[in-house]
């Protein structure tokens, strides 16, 4: 079973403060995800990486950043927390099909919900 | 611009009845349409997939069928249980992108 595992279920944090959210997955996926999810938005494509040390940018990268050390390891950090960055926080992962970077099943991490005040 | 509707928001039904969530994409070109299911406080889990050459597929209770012409698919849920009680979410694949429903919201009710 794949399996996706995220530091954190809860976190409250200061705005200014930066935070570190993990996320870790034992498959050996090349393709890992950070999203957040919002009620009435969905879910929202933050970053992706596709490779060791490779990331690109989703559809609202702005406020954060990320790393990819390892390959099982893909971590999101906002530099400067603000409250507008208060939500859930999903890290996804799947294989890469030669066809196009964003490939097959995406198997998700429980969430981190994040709260800034 | 790539977008995927899904119907209704949210939906109460009794336990033991029927019911069909919709979703309608304009992502082009197609590579194929992903149901998931999440529960409160978890992550989406896929239920089934669906590549342009079907239109129906079922896992247990849940079937969903594609209409690649008109650009709709439907998942439906038979016998509802309690523990269907979720969000139901539709991502659809281009070539190189995902598109992302916002979800129906399900509540099955004793």
């Not at chain 1, 705005?15 to 999203?35: A, I, P, R, S």
């Amino acid at each position: 079973d794949v399996k996706v595992t995220q530091s954190s279920r809860y976190l409250v944090k200061r705005t200014g403060e930066k935070v570190f959210l993990e996320c870790v997955q034992d498959m050996d996926h090349e393709n890992m995800f950070w999203y957040r999810q919002d009620p009435g938005l969905g879910l929202r494509l933050i970053y992706f990486s596709y490779d060791v040390k490779m990331k690109e940018k989703g559809d609202i990268p702005e406020g954060y950043s990320v790393s990819r050390e390892k390959k099982e390891r893909f971590s999101l950090i906002l530099e400067s927390a603000s409250t507008n960055q208060t939500s859930m926080y999903l890290c996804a992962s799947s294989l890469k099909l030669s066809s196009g970077r964003v490939s097959y099943e995406q198997y998700f991490g429980p969430g981190t919900r994040l709260t800034v005040t | 611009k790539n977008q995927v509707e899904q119907s209704p928001q949210s939906l109460i039904i009794l336990e033991g009845k029927n019911c069909t969530l919709q979703c309608n994409y304009t992502v082009s070109p197609f590579s194929n349409l992903r149901w998931y299911k999440q529960d409160t406080g978890r992550g989406p889990v896929s239920l089934t997939i669906m590549t342009f050459s079907e239109n129906t597929k079922s896992n247990g209770r849940y079937t969903a069928t594609l209409d690649a012409d008109t650009k709709q698919s439907s998942l439906h849920i038979t016998a509802s249980q309690l523990s269907d009680s979720a969000s139901y979410i539709c991502v659809v694949k281009g070539y190189s992108t995902l598109t992302f429903g916002k979800g129906t919201m399900l509540l099955v009710s004793p």
